[in-house]
């Protein structure tokens, strides 16, 4: 295990001198500091994740909440900061994803927990 943790505390360091992480933390150091200002994204940023989970949601709710949250939106820092944000998610997800096919374990349980919808 210690061949493991040490490569995982390389792989942090490397995420943490990305392009991406070192851009999104920058942006999130400005947002931050600007009064009100994160607290109004990260109402969008809930919205919007709730829509996105809602099976009834239609393309006009997530027009709805682009109108409600079109003040931060035209912001250039804050579109900047969002999509700095997209980038180290999907960096991120792609990390999951080849951990995840990489090591085989039996998760097949959990479909009869989705079955459940827990």
Same mark, same amino acid.
């Given at each position: 295990?210690?061949?493991?943790?040490?490569?995982?505390?390389?792989?942090i360091d490397?995420?943490?001198?990305?392009?991406?992480?070192?851009?999104?933390?920058?942006?999130?150091?400005?947002?931050?500091?600007?009064?009100?200002?994160?607290?109004?994204?990260?109402?969008?940023?809930?919205?919007?994740?709730?829509?996105?989970?809602?099976?009834?949601?239609?393309p006009e709710?997530?027009?709805?909440?682009?109108?409600?949250?079109?003040?931060?939106?035209?912001?250039p820092q &804050?579109?900047?900061? #969002? $999509?700095?944000? /997209?980038? +180290?998610? %999907?960096?991120?997800?792609?990390?999951?994803?080849?951990?995840?096919?990489? &090591?085989?374990?039996? #998760? $097949?349980?959990? /479909?009869? +927990?989705? %079955?459940?919808?827990?």
């Amino acid at each position: 295990m210690p061949g493991i943790r040490e490569k995982t505390e390389e792989l942090i360091d490397l995420i943490k001198h990305s392009k991406e992480y070192r851009s999104y933390n920058e942006l999130r150091a400005f947002i931050t500091h600007e009064s009100g200002l994160k607290d109004r994204i990260d109402s969008f940023r809930r919205d919007v994740l709730i829509l996105q989970n809602d099976p009834n949601s239609d393309p006009e709710s997530f027009s709805r909440i682009r109108k409600d949250y079109e003040d931060i939106l035209e912001n250039p820092q &804050v579109m900047e900061y #969002l $999509s700095a944000e /997209e980038s +180290v998610v %999907e960096m991120m997800r792609e990390i999951y994803e080849k951990l995840g096919s990489a &090591v085989n374990l039996d #998760l $097949s349980f959990l /479909e009869e +927990v989705k %079955e459940l919808n827990i």
